[in-house]
């Protein structure tokens, strides 16, 4: 039988048997002792919580006892990651046999690497070079999850801000609880250096108007500020 040759611009991995990847068997990907892959983020048994790498989820779910958060480079593997996105148990390290055989685990890792595939070839951009922020805004879209909130229901009109919030770094979680809050008031200390991040100009006008309590009308004067634009409510 003549051998059939396929071109794509993107290739998914969902392998469950790691004994039995075809990446590994045909030399595509190297795996190490365990079968495991490496990819740019190795996710491993200690790496949860990560005050950093939970801002780039792609997933989110909890099995018996755990909260875990899929950051988008642990579905990019180090060797051939112009082309292959890999998901399921390849891409994590450490972890119980069946720690991840939870069906709305299962779910966000595979909905977190489809985002991806769908991506990359779409914008024509390799997979380690996608916009974080966008493909978070596509899996909020088909209703995903990026952050598992036990206190925020589903249905809740601002559950995807929220989300989307918490993931730019001004929101906070209790990420071993799941838990965010909703009727905790924001420290403006903690909320400083996120805004200086993400917004320059917001540093002159913290200056300007610095103050314990920070109210509703503060956040649109800032927001005014940062952007050059009159905010209406």
């Known amino acids: 039988m003549d051998k059939l040759k396929i071109k794509t611009k993107i290739l ?10 075809p990446l590994a068997k045909y030399g595509i990907l190297k795996t190490d002792k365990q079968g495991k892959i490496n990819s740019l983020v190795n996710y491993t048994k200690g790496m949860q919580p990560n ?6 989820s792609l997933g989110a779910g909890k099995n018996n006892s755990d909260f875990h958060y899929f950051p988008v480079g642990m579905f990019v593997p180090i060797v051939n990651l112009n082309r292959i ?4 148990k390849a891409t994590t390290k450490g972890f119980e046999k069946n720690e991840f055989d939870f069906t709305q685990l299962q779910l966000s890792l595979v909905q977190g690497a489809g985002a991806l595939a769908a991506y990359v070839p779409f914008f024509d951009v390799k997979p380690n070079d996608d916009n974080v922020g966008v493909l978070q805004s596509e899996v909020l879209n088909f209703k995903g999850q990026l952050l598992s909130i036990l206190d925020i229901g589903d249905q809740d009109s ?8 918490i993931l730019s770094g ?3 979680i209790n990420l071993e609880k799941g838990l965010f809050y909703p009727d905790s008031l924001i420290n403006i200390t903690e909320v400083k250096p996120v805004l200086a991040e993400l917004f320059t100009r917001s540093k002159l006008w913290l200056i300007e108007n610095e103050k314990p309590t920070f109210y509703l009308e503060d956040l649109i004067a800032l927001i005014s500020f940062t952007t050059a634009r009159e905010v209406v409510d």
């Open 12 to 21: 998914v991995d969902a392998t469950e048997n790691m004994d039995t990847l």
């Open 170 to 172: 001004l929101l906070k």
């Open 158 to 165: 601002a559950y995807e801000a929220i989300q989307l919030t």
């Open 51 to 56: 005050k950093k790498l939970y801002r780039t």
């Open 85 to 88: 996105i890999v998901s399921r």
